[in-house]
């Protein structure tokens, strides 16, 4: 077990664990989902309503944040929790998706990445060991080793040699990182949705060692039943006593199936992102609260939730501000999903604690599957 970055296994029922991850900035409960902070903020949410969601975890982009207002102003400022006023614990990827996925003139080679800002053109080099210099900067309780990002669809050849290249990366990230209590660091596990290359990745991460394993390269256009298969080829193979964590994902179905296929921890802004389109998770489905069906309801959004935006207001008051374009609705919806989303994390908690997780998943699907309220 590491020692910077202690994980329990508390409980498990099947390949599911129910663990804690011990960091300088508080404990998070697993299996935990972490609501994205890009710019050093959960868009439309001041920290303290993140954290009464639920939220013992954030994750910043180190891409957004070395470009503006970079890493160094944040050191100067105290650190990125300092910065954004968020005293629990922080996860920082390592720009290496953001850089594939925003930037402008893109050149790979060996020693790293260069590319151009998306913001003004200017020319910047991301290494494993500039990278990792910025996450240093910036403070995270988990900082991310850089990976080559994969496309998808992807030939074997090619995936192979992403694949390797990501190892040698990963190997560098390590040599790179400076060891500290509360601190820690993942690899990634790469390999496209090929078996035998996530072994390989596998194998040669848990060769160099980290605090914890990611696997990345999924929830890229592959499906939800593709991705499953690559987690249940590649978790056994994980080690059992680090946290697992699997990036960028996902809708709550892709949580409850990961959850029962091993996996620890996640991001996504989904929850985040939806709720600046009106569009809310419910225990029923997706709403779409711009849907003029809502326009005369009474009833809250999620009966059964207990957050401000459910407590406090009708559906046909959330309609009206979406349809309004208010600030309101962004804040209220962004703050109604991240709780169903951390509520949700918390009742696969408690079903893995009491061996429950396949009854609580068949439950879940039930209920999604019926679907929104009926109309009044
Ligand atoms: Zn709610």
């Known amino acids: 077990m590491s020692e910077a970055l202690p994980?329990?296994?508390?409980?498990?029922?099947?390949?599911?664990?129910?663990?804690?991850?011990?960091?300088?900035?508080?404990?998070?409960?697993?299996?935990?989902?972490?609501?994205?902070?890009t710019a050093a903020t959960v868009k439309a949410m001041r920290p303290e309503e993140v954290a009464a969601t639920g939220a013992q975890i954030l994750l910043g982009n180190t891409y957004h944040l070395m470009l503006r207002p970079t890493a160094e102003r944040i050191a100067e400022l105290g650190g990125l929790h300092k910065f954004m006023n968020w005293p629990r614990a922080i996860l920082t990827d390592s720009g290496g998706f953001q850089v594939m996925s925003l930037a402008k003139l893109r050149d790979i080679s060996e020693r790293g990445v260069s590319f151009r800002s998306h913001l003004d053109g200017t020319l910047y080099a991301l290494s494993p060991e500039r990278s990792i210099g910025i996450q240093h900067l910036l403070g995270a309780n988990v900082t991310m080793v850089l990976d080559e990002c994969t496309e998808f669809p992807v030939t074997p050849e090619a995936a192979s040699a992403s694949m390797e290249r990501s190892m040698r990366?990963?190997?560098?990230?390590?040599?790179?990182?400076?060891?500290?209590?509360?601190?820690?660091?993942?690899?990634?596990?790469?390999?496209?949705?090929?078996?035998?290359?996530?072994l390989k990745s596998v194998e040669a991460l848990t060769r160099i060692g980290f605090d914890g394993y990611a696997v990345g390269g999924l929830a890229i256009g592959e499906g939800q039943e593709t991705m499953f298969m690559v987690i249940d080829a590649t978790v056994p193979a994980l080690p059992a006593d680090a946290p697992r964590y699997l990036m960028g994902v996902g809708k709550p179905s892709d949580l409850v199936g990961a959850v029962q296929r091993g996996i620890d921890m996640f991001d996504c802004v989904l929850p985040t992102r939806s709720g600046r389109t009106a569009q809310a998770?419910?225990?029923?489905?997706?709403?779409?609260?711009?849907?003029?069906?809502?326009a005369a309801d009474p009833r809250p959004l999620d009966p059964d939730c207990a957050c401000p935006a459910c407590k406090g207001f009708s559906r046909g008051y959330l309609h009206h501000l979406a349809r309004s374009g208010e600030i309101l609705a962004s804040m209220l919806l962004t703050?109604?999903?991240?709780?169903?989303?951390?509520?949700?994390?918390?009742g696969l908690?408690?079903?893995?604690?009491?061996?429950?997780?396949?009854?609580?998943a068949a439950a879940f699907a039930l209920q999604q599957a019926q679907g929104d309220l009926p109309a009044l």
């Not at 994980?7 to 989902?33: E, K, N, Q, Y």
């Not at 998770?281 to 809502?294: E, K, P, Y």
């Open 335 to 346: 703050q109604h999903n991240l709780s169903y989303y951390q509520e949700l994390m918390a």
């Open 349 to 360: 908690r408690a079903a893995i604690e009491r061996r429950g997780l396949d009854d609580f």
């Open 7 to 37: 994980f329990t296994v508390l409980a498990s029922d099947g390949p599911a664990r129910r663990g804690r991850l011990t960091t300088a900035h508080g404990i998070i409960d697993t299996p935990a989902f972490m609501p994205v902070g």
């Open 169 to 198: 990366w990963a190997e560098r990230s390590k040599a790179a990182f400076l060891p500290r209590p509360g601190h820690g660091l993942f690899g990634i596990v790469q390999g496209s949705v090929f078996p035998v290359m996530r």
């Open 281 to 294: 998770f419910t225990r029923r489905g997706t709403v779409n609260l711009r849907n003029a069906r809502h």
